[in-house]
């Protein structure tokens, strides 16, 4: 108890540290995004939105068929309903309530996948960047031959040894996506490590585990937040694909990935909205994610922004 | 050195700013300077980081970085107006006619490429030497700059050199299209302490052999005093002091000439140092007035209000001071 | 240079140890690999014991181990169970398709990326800088498979100008090439675009730049000879190390587009629960990258003189 005592006076001077201090960042990071530009955060918000209340605001439910199997039925077409405003598909479902839908299993996905990566990551950049020695031979080994597979085909060889589910999934983007944040974490610890407020919490009788992550975490927050802005939208692409490719979150459940691989088998007929309509919304809402990222890394961090 | 009267260099009201963020900030870099420079002769142009010593180099050269701009003014370099030239006849009279020295060594060179290759390409371009007759002129270049075995050593990459020689090279380079000018742009700040002095021995020799003028680039003082024919002090983007080496140190008008030979380390002298009280101003929030006035010992109500003019005394020293204002009255 | 060499092979054979010890882990931890076959349509009792055997998951798991290693070497990555046929065979029939479509996509994406990424930088902040941001940005954005679907909807179906199924005989099958290899060069060639324009930013704002202007070089000369042979570096670099992700992650193009390549076999092994073959083209991926990035950093140092010229 008296060292914490020490150390937190002698800190008052020093970067900011502990509890109180990550929520100051995050406090922070807030009002920066009140500067953030329009519409890129007006996207995200928007599919946010979307994805929680989807129950009020999808026409139908997404997994049954409202219309004749044959029957397309887009609003703008000659016999066309406002009921079923983008058309159904091969099953007569709602494309626009599958969209809806869809939009709460991307987004779920991709933000709880990147989230969880980040942790992993993190924990083990800081653990790999300040304890050294065999911890940080392991850990930026894995990382290295991690970076000899390309994700899509790391992940499509998780998919094919797990069991395919919502959570899978999520565990598959956790298991691809935390090198990139241990690696950058890690390069931002070995130098922290060399700060003054470090060696005083050292000396002041901090342990080690007390170090890192009340003293040294607080201080990468902004390039978490950027590394985590950054990596959501390549995470939702994969998610994607994955579903795409037949060993997404499995079907009924429709995800922007899995509707467009129902439009694959189809694409001579005339139902060109059940491609177009999710290709688009993954576009937008990974573009808009990428135009966050961008600005938070110039915002946030100057350091990384040439990378 | 007295015989140079002809003038290579005159600049007259120049003024040059930074615009960043869209246009909404704006930092006046260089203030309205002015300075002569004869044939031969070397000035040294001194001041804190930041003041705009840098700026007026570049600017010289026309060279300012992309968000640099010279407002208005005059460049009159071996009789024409720079000012008035188009992009490539100002761009054919650098490295022909002036050359630069700048701070990093290590930076400077481009590690691709052999030293016999950058030290060739004023030469080449400029003055059109080729095939036998380029090889012996480098050769001949670097061993001016005294770099053992040259025929050896320019087959090397810039990597394979220490910084002095790299420095060395640097000025070899500068040589190479047979300058009038050269500009060095505080070429020893990035060397050991123990090769300095041999770097500016060096650069002295260079000069008088070869006659070209010097503009020499320092916050050391002391650097001036061994160099150089004049001095122009700068202050906040304008040239606030100037005269000949011996009127400014026996007798420095402005306070901050008189504040910046106080700090100059004297040796077998036991006081505490001086110290300038103080930061250099921001360039952007300036102070009103005159811009030392917050610094200034002797600083009057009329010294916040209105900047002083310049004060020209019959020995061609110059201050931008009101007690210079004072004394010129008086005097 | 020498010990460069070595040291580097040293580094890549180490992350291939590594790689085949993530892959064996995770394989093991997810349980029995045979039993992988229970999936399988049609498997029987006696396949899977039979499959165990030849696996030899018998024996303690150092010996599966180093079997498994052993395996890796000899490429011998066992018998596809859809096939029947063994899956080295099966992957050197496709390689070949894939390389083609990857070269070309390669092709596209340096003819597009590098001239834009010069374009970006050397005029910075003018017209071209933002077409070549925002190609950047939706070459990241917009998923390869979805430029590939549009690509068949508009000249596929559409106007009916291109084929879009599978490849016809033939080296330069254009037709049937342009639509594949635009897709899976799409993504790559932002991401050249990106690393051309920030390497070529970085070199233009570097001090020896800076000297050559101050020498009076002509811009001609600054740019083509200091500034491009500078920022080239890491540009091939990513150039070559793209080449063989592009055969590797072409699987969703060749999934639109029924081409025949190696993607299509993963997809097929995927699908299918055909365990060997995913395991088998995966760490044939891996395999080759590493091996790519062994050979680019020693080209690499065969291009810089910091490197070539110390021991």
Redesign the interface.
């Known amino acids: 108890m008296a060292s914490d005592q020490i150390s937190d006076q002698v800190l008052v001077t020093s970067p900011p540290t502990g509890v109180e201090q990550v929520s100051a960042v995050a406090h922070r990071s807030l009002g920066i995004l009140k500067e953030a530009p329009k519409l890129p955060v007006g996207i995200i918000l928007f599919v946010a939105v979307v994805a929680i209340f989807a129950p009020l605001l999808a026409p139908h439910d997404s997994e049954t068929s409202v219309k004749p199997i044959k029957v397309f039925a887009p609003a703008i077409y000659a016999g066309g309903t406002w009921d079923t405003p983008l058309g159904t598909d091969f099953q007569g479902r709602d494309i626009l309530s599958r969209l809806i839908y869809g939009a709460r299993t991307s987004l779920l996905i991709g933000l709880l996948g990147t989230v969880f990566a980040g942790i992993m990551g993190v924990t083990l950049g800081i653990v790999s960047g300040y304890m050294g020695g065999l911890w940080d031979q392991v850990i930026m080994r894995i990382t290295d031959a991690k970076l000899a597979l390309p994700s899509l085909v790391f992940g499509i060889f998780l998919a094919a040894v797990l069991s395919p589910g919502l959570w899978t999934i999520i565990l598959i983007l956790m298991i691809v996506f935390w090198t990139r944040y241990a690696r950058v974490i890690r390069g931002e610890v070995l130098s922290l490590r060399e700060r003054d407020f470090v060696k005083l919490a050292e000396v002041t009788g901090a342990g080690k585990i007390r170090v890192m992550f009340r003293h040294i975490l607080p201080n990468i927050m902004n390039t978490a937040m950027v590394l985590f802005s950054l990596t959501v939208g390549v995470a939702i692409i994969l998610e994607a694909s994955l579903s795409f490719l037949g060993v997404g979150v499995p079907p009924p459940t429709p995800t922007w990935g899995n509707m467009l691989a129902d439009a694959r088998p189809t694409l001579i007929s005339e139902r060109w909205t059940l491609t177009v309509a999710p290709g688009i919304c993954i576009m937008l809402l990974v573009l808009a994610a990428n135009l966050l990222g961008d600005w938070m890394r110039v915002r946030l961090d100057p350091q990384l922004r040439n990378r | 050195m007295v015989t140079a009267t002809k003038t290579l260099l005159k600049v007259t009201d120049l003024y040059a700013q930074f615009t960043g963020f869209g246009g909404t900030r704006v930092v006046r870099a260089i203030d309205g300077i002015n300075f002569t420079l004869d044939q031969g002769e070397t000035m040294g142009l001194v001041g804190e980081s930041g003041c705009g010593k840098t700026t007026t180099c570049h600017a010289i050269f026309r060279l300012l970085p992309p968000a640099g701009d010279i407002v208005s003014g005059s460049i009159e370099f071996d009789g024409q107006d720079l000012m008035q030239l188009s992009d490539s006849e100002m761009r054919s009279i650098r490295g022909r006619d002036m050359g630069m020295i700048l701070q990093d060594p290590m930076a400077s060179l481009d590690p691709l490429f052999t030293i016999m290759d950058q030290v060739a390409e004023p030469a080449h371009h400029h003055r059109g030497v080729r095939g036998g007759s380029l090889r012996e002129r480098v050769v001949e270049l670097l061993r001016s700059v005294r770099i053992p075995s040259p025929e050896i050593r320019m087959r090397e990459f810039p990597h394979q050199m220490s910084g002095g020689m790299r420095q060395r090279i640097v000025g070899a380079i500068s040589l190479s299209g047979g300058p009038k000018l050269i500009v060095a742009d505080e070429p020893t700040t990035n060397l050991d302490v123990t090769i300095q002095l041999q770097y500016l021995n060096l650069l002295r020799d260079l000069q008088q052999e070869t006659g070209v003028s010097l503009v020499f680039v320092t916050h050391n003082l002391g650097i001036v005093a061994k160099m150089c024919d004049k001095v122009a002090v700068m202050y906040a983007g304008k040239i606030v002091e100037q005269g000949s080496v011996r009127n400014i140190y026996n007798n420095p008008r402005h306070p901050y000439t008189q504040a910046l030979i106080q700090s100059i380390p004297r040796l077998g002298n036991k006081d505490p140092l001086y110290v300038i009280p103080g930061q250099p101003p921001n360039l952007a929030e300036l102070p009103t007035g005159c811009a030392f006035h917050p610094r200034c010992p002797f600083a009057t109500e009329k010294c916040i209000n209105e900047e002083p003019p310049y004060v020209s005394f019959g020995d061609g020293q110059e201050s931008k001071c009101w007690l210079s204002v004072e004394e010129a009255k008086n005097g | 240079m020498k010990t460069f060499i070595a040291k580097r092979l040293l580094?890549s054979l180490?992350?291939?140890l590594?790689?085949s010890i993530?892959?064996f882990a995770?394989?093991r931890a997810?349980g029995n690999p045979a039993e992988l076959l229970y999936e399988y349509p049609g498997a029987r009792e006696e396949d899977i014991a039979r499959q165990a055997a030849a696996w030899g998951l018998d024996q303690s798991w150092p010996e599966q181990y180093v079997s498994f290693v052993w395996n890796i070497a000899r490429f011998d990555y066992g018998q596809s169970f859809q096939y029947g046929t063994s899956v080295r065979s099966l992957y050197f029939d496709r390689l070949p398709n894939s390389l083609l479509l990857a070269f070309w996509a390669f092709l596209i994406s340096m003819a597009i990326g590098i001239p834009l990424g010069i374009m970006s930088a050397v005029k910075?902040?003018s017209l071209w800088d933002s077409v070549g941001k925002t190609f950047a940005?939706?070459g990241?954005?917009?998923?390869s498979?979805?430029v590939a679907?549009?690509l068949?909807?508009l000249f596929?179906?559409k106007l009916e100008w291109l084929p879009f199924l599978g490849k016809a005989e033939g080296f330069f099958d254009w037709q049937h090439l342009i639509l594949p290899s635009l897709s899976l060069g799409w993504f790559f060639s932002g991401a050249m675009l990106r690393l051309t324009r920030?390497s070529m930013?970085?070199v233009l704002g570097?001090?020896?730049?800076?000297?050559?202007?101050?020498?009076?070089?002509?811009?001609k000369?600054v740019i083509v000879k200091?500034a491009l042979?500078?920022s080239f570096i890491p540009v091939l670099t990513l150039a070559a190390v793209n080449l063989v992700?592009m055969i590797?992650?072409a699987?969703?193009v060749e999934?639109?587009f029924s081409w025949p390549g190696i993607g299509r076999l993963?997809?097929d092994?995927?699908?299918n629960?055909d365990?060997p073959l995913?395991?088998g083209?995966?760490v044939m991926?891996?395999v080759m990258?590493?091996g790519t990035?062994f050979i680019v950093d020693v080209l690499y140092g065969y291009l810089?003189?910091?490197i070539r010229?110390t021991r």
């Open positions: 580094s180490a992350t291939l590594v790689l993530i892959i995770l394989v997810s910075v902040d940005l939706l990241l954005s917009v998923p498979f979805f679907l549009l068949v909807l596929g179906v920030s930013l970085e570097s001090e020896y730049i800076k000297l050559c202007r101050l020498k009076g070089l002509p811009e000369v200091h042979k500078n992700v590797n992650v699987v969703v999934v639109v993963l997809y092994g995927l699908i629960r365990f995913v395991q083209v995966v991926a891996g990258i590493v990035n810089d003189p910091r010229l």
